[in-house]
């Protein structure tokens, strides 16, 4: 619990908004705050191999790769770093054990590498090789959304059937954006089979996030916000914290 406090004071100063995040997120680790199961989702397998699972990050993009922009020319990539950031200060300062793809503003391919493809490619393998680096890890991928005509909006989340829990996952996850942030979003979480590589490879519960539409301009205001990214990752932190609580074999 000291720990936590630490860890708390430090995010005090440098993230508005995050300490009463963490507080909810604790309270919904202990079912303070506890959220509906999942229909039908009770025989699903549960983690046995470790009480906690390590909780692998990765903020989409990166480097040269921009992600997609914003109206006002805001790159999704940084978006994507800054929620996940945030989302790892909170899951640390809840006592996870988080690692993370990248915690700049790089592609994190090998030195060496020649040539675009090669290197979107080798980062790719990279970020994929964390997901799978431990056999009990929850792996989140976070990502912003566009589509050609601007009234869309709202969060939704894609993953695979390769692992019967992502579904899971998936469906708190969208759940927890409509509890804490999108009352009204009435999206569906998706499986996209093989479409996405990190989804499709991963061999643990993976969902890939889909904050928001950075093509819908009120959306991609939002985004900009630092306000409003806390409030994703606390979403995000929420999220992970009840399939943490119901589907791995014990929470912190
Ligand atoms: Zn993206």
């Not at 109206?71 to 994507?80: L, S, Y």
């Not at 996870?96 to 490619?121: F, M, P, W």
């Not at 566009?146 to 993953?159: H, K, L, R, V």
């Not at 643990?204 to 991609?220: K, Q, R």
Request: aromatic share 8%; with cysteine.
């Amino acid at each position: 619990m000291s720990v936590i406090k630490g860890n708390l004071k430090k995010i005090w100063l440098n993230r508005t908004g995050v300490v009463l995040a963490i507080v909810c997120s604790y309270l919904i680790v202990y079912g303070i705050l506890g959220g509906t199961k999942i229909p039908g989702a009770d025989s699903l397998p549960v983690s046995s191999e470790s009480s906690v699972p390590i909780i692998i990050l990765d903020a989409g993009h990166g480097g040269i790769d921009s992600g997609c922009v914003s109206v006002t020319g805001f790159e999704e990539k940084h978006i994507n770093l800054d929620i996940m950031l945030s989302v790892r200060d909170m899951l640390t300062a809840l006592g996870y054990k988080v690692e993370v793809t990248r915690d700049t503003d790089i592609s994190i391919h090998d030195k060496g590498i020649k040539g675009l493809s090669n290197q979107k490619k080798n980062d790719m393998e990279k970020r994929l090789a964390l997901f799978n680096k431990y056999s009990n890890a929850v792996c989140i991928s976070i990502h912003q959304n566009q589509f050609t005509q601007p009234q869309y909006s709202g969060a939704q989340m894609f993953y695979s059937d390769n692992n019967p829990n992502s579904g899971v996952l998936a469906q708190i996850m969208q759940d927890s954006f409509v509890a804490n942030l999108q009352p009204d979003n009435k999206r569906e979480i998706k499986s996209t089979g093989n479409d996405i590589y990190l989804c499709a490879f991963s061999k643990n519960p993976t969902v890939m996030v889909e904050c928001g539409f950075l093509s819908n301009p009120d959306e991609a205001a939002l985004l900009e916000t630092e306000e409003y990214r806390s409030k994703v990752a606390f979403t995000i932190v929420s999220g992970l914290c009840r399939y943490i609580e119901e589907y791995c074999s014990s929470a912190i």
